[in-house]
C-alpha cells in the first residue's frame, strides 16, 4: 500500500483547501482500516510502524495477525501480548487496525478518584465541546483498580472477534500508576471506528498494560486534543475487498470492547 504518497496527496488537498498542510500540526486523526473490518477477521497487517509514526506520536491499535495489543506514546509503539508483556516493537512490525495522532493538549483538568469507568466516561462527556468532534484522551496518575485484556495471535483461516475474545488473557492490576490513551469518537463513524471510548492502559514502567476493560481511579489528570479532521487509508488486500462490510455489527462490538 502507497500510504505515504497517500498522505502527500491529501496533504496537497488540504492545501488548496486553504486548510493546514502539516500533519504534525494539525488536528488529524488518522486511521488504518475499519472497526468492522478487523471484527469481520481482517487481521492482516498493510501498515509498518514506521509509516504509522509519521502520521502521529499517540494512539492505539493492533498488530499483524492480531497480535496483542497496540499502545503509542511518546512516539513509542508497544505491543502487549498474552503474557502481559509490553515490548517495543521496530518500524518493519505491521498493523490491520489503528488510530494515531500527534497529541497537543488543548484541555487539562484533574479528576476526582473513585470514579469508575462508566462515571469516567460521563464526567468526560461534560467536559468536551461537542458531540460531533474525536477527541484524543490522556489520562495520567494512579489508579485503585485497572482492568485490561490482550489476545493471542491468530492463524489462518482467521475466525471473527468475538470468537477471538473468548480465549482473552485478562490482566488485573491493583494501586497501579501508568498511563491511559486512547480516542472518543462520536457515533456517526460506527462501523468505521469505536464509538464513544476505545482506550488502552501502559503502566508507568512501560512494562505492562493492555486493552481496557474496566477501572476504578485513583490521584488522575485528563488530558485532551480535539480533533476536526479525519483521514483514513484502506487496506487493499482480498480479504478487505471481500469482508461483509455492510453487517450491523454494533452487538459484536459491544460484546468484545468492554465489560463494564
Known sequence: MKILRIVFLNLIILTLCAC???FSNSDVLSQVST???LLDGVYDG??????L?????FGIGTFDALEGEMIILDSRIYQ????GTAYLVDDNEKTPFASVTFFKTDKKIKLPPGLTYKQFEKMVDLLIGSDNLFYAVKVTGNFKSMKTRSVPKQKKPYPQLKDVVKHQKIFNFKNISGT?????????????????YHLHFLTEDHK????????????????LDTKSDFFMTLPNIKSFRKSNLTKDRSKELKSVEKIH
Open 80 to 83: 502487549v501480548k498474552t503474557d
Open 20 to 22: 493546514q498542510s502539516d
Open 35 to 37: 472497526i468492522d473490518a
Open 208 to 223: 505492562a498494560g493492555g486493552h481496557i476493560l474496566d477501572f476504578t481511579t485513583g490521584d488522575i489528570t485528563l488530558e
Open 53 to 57: 509514526r509519521q502520521l502521529g506520536d
Open 46 to 51: 498493510t501498515v509498518t510502524c514506521g509509516e
Open 180 to 196: 491511559i490513551v486512547g480516542f472518543r469518537s462520536p457515533q456517526y463513524v460506527k462501523g468505521l471506528n469505536v464509538t464513544g
